[in-house]
């Protein structure tokens, strides 16, 4: 049998993901509309208020660079901490993206073509070792989550149906640790079902994950909404001044 390189695989992580958020879609549903009552109550209040007093464009205006000069705030302690929580205060506090793991770049039993030139030296290339300590352990829980990943999906098992399998049924051995070039950590081991089954063979590589991407997606947005905003509100500001101070104020229509 004859295996191509596989496409990357993130290992001991959620797989499913729904228009990239890596996030099942019936879960981003529910968060999405939970979010978007809270809008409607919490913050449609306020623009109701605010529309009463200043009008519908000034009340509008005013409340966008209130809550988007907000949202910088609270994303930037999202990103950088700034010893919110004490002296000891870590970054990335908000909302958190790919962890940090071990990622599956090919497995098979035998490969056409691998994916990067150091794989091709495992296992008896000097460059292949012995993993550091506590490596071990979370690279052969990579291999057997992936294994058993990939022998539900092809017998059409969930992951809690009757009969799936789990990690606990594949054994991993030769496990061995490499660095490329470029620094990036690499593994490799060997692995089968313990009833019995072809000797697989797994190429890994450690990604660094992307755990700030929500936060900072958040403080962009948020910036780039402000100074849009912020001159309109400047000039809805100006034109108010204008009518005080002895325009004719624009027809009313009401709050709505």
Same mark, same amino acid.
């Given at each position: 049998?004859?295996?191509?390189?596989?496409?990357?695989?993130?290992?001991?992580?959620?797989?499913?993901?729904?228009?990239?958020?890596?996030?099942?879609?019936?879960?981003?549903?529910?968060?999405?509309?939970?979010?978007?009552?809270?809008?409607?109550?919490?913050?449609?209040?306020?623009?109701?208020?605010?529309?009463?007093?200043?009008?519908?464009?000034?009340?509008?205006?005013?409340?966008?660079?209130?809550?988007?000069?907000?949202?910088?705030?609270?994303?930037?302690?999202?990103?950088?901490?700034?010893?919110?929580?004490?002296?000891?205060? /870590?970054?990335?506090?908000?909302?958190?993206?790919?962890?940090?793991?071990?990622?599956?770049?090919?497995?098979?039993?035998?490969?056409?073509?691998?994916?990067?030139?150091?794989?091709?030296?495992?296992?008896?290339?000097?460059?292949?070792?012995?993993?550091?300590?506590?490596?071990?352990?979370?690279?052969?829980?990579?291999? /057997?989550?992936?294994?058993?990943?990939?022998?539900?999906?092809?017998?059409?098992?969930?992951?809690?149906?009757?009969?799936?399998?789990?990690?606990?049924?594949?054994?991993?051995?030769?496990?061995?640790?490499?660095?490329?070039?470029?620094?990036?950590?690499?593994?490799?081991?060997?692995?089968?079902?313990?009833?019995?089954?072809?000797?697989?063979?797994?190429?890994?590589?450690?990604? /660094?994950?992307?755990?700030?991407?929500?936060?900072?997606?958040?403080?962009?947005?948020?910036?780039?909404?402000?100074?849009?905003?912020?001159?309109?509100?400047?000039?809805?500001?100006?034109?108010?001044?204008?009518?005080?101070?002895?325009?004719?104020?624009?027809?009313?229509?009401?709050?709505?």
């Amino acid at each position: 049998m004859i295996a191509p390189a596989l496409a990357p695989v993130v290992i001991a992580q959620e797989t499913s993901t729904c228009i990239g958020f890596h996030v099942a879609c019936d879960t981003l549903l529910k968060g999405s509309l939970a979010t978007l009552m809270g809008v409607i109550l919490f913050i449609g209040s306020v623009l109701l208020v605010a529309s009463a007093v200043f009008g519908r464009l000034m009340g509008y205006l005013v409340l966008s660079v209130s809550l988007f000069g907000w949202m910088i705030v609270f994303s930037a302690l999202w990103v950088f901490g700034f010893f919110s929580q004490g002296l000891d205060t /870590q970054a990335n506090l908000g909302p958190r993206g790919t962890e940090p793991g071990w990622v599956v770049e090919a497995a098979g039993q035998s490969f056409t073509e691998i994916p990067r030139e150091e794989f091709s030296g495992f296992p008896e290339d000097e460059a292949w070792r012995a993993p550091p300590a506590g490596q071990r352990t979370s690279i052969t829980s990579a291999i /057997q989550s992936y294994l058993a990943e990939q022998a539900n999906e092809e017998a059409g098992l969930g992951e809690f149906d009757r009969g799936a399998f789990t990690t606990t049924s594949f054994v991993v051995e030769d496990v061995s640790y490499s660095r490329a070039e470029d620094g990036t950590e690499l593994a490799a081991g060997h692995g089968y079902y313990t009833g019995g089954g072809p000797l697989i063979t797994v190429y890994l590589s450690f990604s /660094q994950g992307s755990v700030p991407r929500y936060s900072w997606m958040f403080l962009i947005s948020s910036t780039i909404l402000f100074l849009v905003h912020l001159p309109f509100l400047d000039r809805a500001e100006r034109r108010r001044k204008e009518i005080l101070t002895g325009g004719t104020a624009p027809p009313w229509y009401g709050p709505a």
